[in-house]
């Protein structure tokens, strides 16, 4: 079984800054796709970004330019570094990761709230 945790998530002031971090109890190299997804109050769940092995990075039209997807293999964690934020990215952000061995895994999520 693996797990997900996901931890940074908190309360700032537009145009702050937060990153997320999503810790996976086994090595990313057991994935193929990983990636952050946010819903929002009464809104789908979302893909903000993501990340494939082969090294393809893709983002929302509303995030780019704003947030960085990146991975750290030694720790097996996955950030969401999220810069210039705005009220509109208030959600729970979900980490994901999508691998052979062990499906489709979701983190918990962290609460992201972005004050005007």
């Known amino acids: 079984q693996v797990q997900l945790v996901e931890s940074g998530g908190g309360l700032v002031q537009a145009g702050g800054s937060l990153r997320l971090s999503c810790a996976a109890s086994?090595?990313?190299?057991?994935?193929?796709?990983m990636g952050w997804y946010r819903q929002a109050p009464g809104k789908r769940r979302e893909l903000v970004a993501g990340?494939?092995?082969?090294?393809?990075?893709n983002y929302a039209d509303s995030v780019k330019g704003r947030f960085t997807i990146s991975r750290d293999n030694i720790k097996n964690t996955v950030y969401l570094q999220m810069n210039s934020l705005k009220p509109e990215d208030t959600a729970v952000y979900y980490c994901n990761m999508v691998g052979a061995g062990w499906g489709n895994v979701w983190g918990q999520g962290t609460q992201v709230t972005v004050s005007s």
């Open positions: 990340m494939h092995n082969s090294g393809t990075l």
């Open positions: 086994k090595s990313l190299f057991d994935f193929n796709v």
